[in-house]
């Protein structure tokens, strides 16, 4: 999910578990959206993208799943390992009309994998 | 892969100070952003420029500028550093939708 204030929401998790990370979106119309993993100290590291035409698509290790309805986005990954530690955030295309498209970012979720 | 470098990694400059953020991608690539990240608030967008010597407002622009004079380097310039700027400076480039984040500037304005 989305934080509150200056505390990102945790998700932690057994090494070998699977991992689901939530976000809600804010705009109907974006079409197509995006997660990102940040490790501490590191710039975001593109995972995976879906566009809106589309409910799931998978990658190695993760598939994301688009709701549209109740404009909901998730990213499951799968044997979560410690290298998987980090903060999760989606992002989601703002079209405007013009020659570059914007992305809206979430504040995001951390993810603390237990050994 | 497609390359992002920034000249620093960390930074720390006083009041006042005028700071350069320089952001240099390996490719032809024509959309370069410039966001700071902040926590509880996510990644805020300041300029981004989508050509040589092209540069558009983004959602927190006051206090900087952006020069973007080769495809290839886009820079943040703050006039006047203040103790409000003191954040995670990201950059990034962008392949149609997507956008493609470099390590990093952490600057601490003192």
């Known amino acids: 999910g989305e934080s509150v204030g200056l505390h990102l929401p945790t998700l932690s998790v057994q090494e070998g578990d699977n991992s689901i990370i939530n976000c809600a979106y804010s705009?109907?119309?974006?079409?197509?959206f995006i997660w990102y993993k940040q490790e501490s100290g590191k710039g975001p590291q593109f995972i995976i993208d879906?566009?809106?035409?589309?409910d799931k698509r998978q990658g190695q290790r993760v598939t994301v799943l688009l709701n549209k309805t109740v404009k909901h986005l998730s990213l499951q990954i799968a044997a979560t390992q410690p290298g998987d530690s980090a903060v999760y955030f989606c992002?989601?295309?703002?079209?405007?009309?013009?020659?570059?498209?914007?992305?809206?970012f979430g504040t995001g979720t951390l993810l603390a994998v237990q050994p | 892969d497609v390359k992002v470098t920034q000249s620093s990694r960390y930074l720390v400059k006083r009041t006042g100070e005028k700071v350069f953020l320089e952001c240099v991608q390996d490719?032809?690539?024509?959309?370069m952003f410039w966001y700071r990240q902040d926590p509880g608030l996510g990644l805020r967008l300041i300029y981004f420029?989508?050509?040589?010597?092209?540069?558009e407002k983004g959602d927190i622009p006051e206090g900087y500028s952006v020069s973007r004079e080769k495809k290839e380097r886009f820079s943040l310039i703050l006039e006047s550093a203040s103790t409000n700027q003191t954040s995670m400076y990201l950059c990034?480039?962008?392949?149609?939708?997507?956008?493609?984040f470099g390590p990093g500037t952490r600057l601490l304005v003192l």
């Open positions: 990034a480039w962008g392949l149609r939708e997507t956008q493609y």
């Open positions: 705009n109907s119309a974006s079409d197509y």
């Open positions: 879906i566009r809106s035409n589309m």
């Open positions: 992002a989601e295309n703002m079209e405007d009309g013009g020659a570059t498209n914007k992305l809206i």
């Open positions: 490719m032809d690539h024509e959309n």
């Open positions: 420029s989508y050509d040589v010597k092209m540069k």
